[in-house]
């Protein structure tokens, strides 16, 4: 069983930075794909930042520029680098990682994060 361990997340004001990071509990290079996802009260979780095997990344419109997702091989860490916080990034952050491909594809989630941006 893979585990997945965010830590990082607390109060910041706007315009603040925020550092998040995820643990893996295995070779984070055997992921296809990691990414970091948020839910905001209310509201669906959505996708905010992903990193795929080949090394590519990818950003929801709303944090591109703001936002960084980077990852450490030799400590199997995953992380993202938040700046020019704003009230709606406020929300439940997790972490997310996926192996292999079509049915028999393994999903991992960690438990979250709490991020609140708010004066």
């Known amino acids: 069983q893979v585990q997945l361990v965010e830590s990082g997340g607390g109060l910041v004001q706007p315009g603040g930075s925020l550092n998040l990071s995820c643990a893996a509990h295995r070779n984070i290079d055997s992921f296809n794909f990691l990414a970091w996802y948020r839910q905001a009260p209310g509201k669906q979780r959505e996708l905010v930042a992903g990193?795929?095997?080949?090394?590519?990344?990818n950003y929801s419109d709303s944090v591109k520029g703001r936002f960084t997702i980077s990852r450490q091989s030799a400590k199997n860490l995953l992380s993202l680098q938040m700046n020019s916080l704003k009230p709606d990034d406020t929300g439940v952050y997790f972490c997310y990682a996926y192996m292999g491909v079509g049915p028999g594809r393994e999903e991992y989630w960690g438990q979250g994060t709490q991020v609140t941006v708010s004066s």
């Open positions: 990193f795929s095997f080949e090394g590519s990344t």
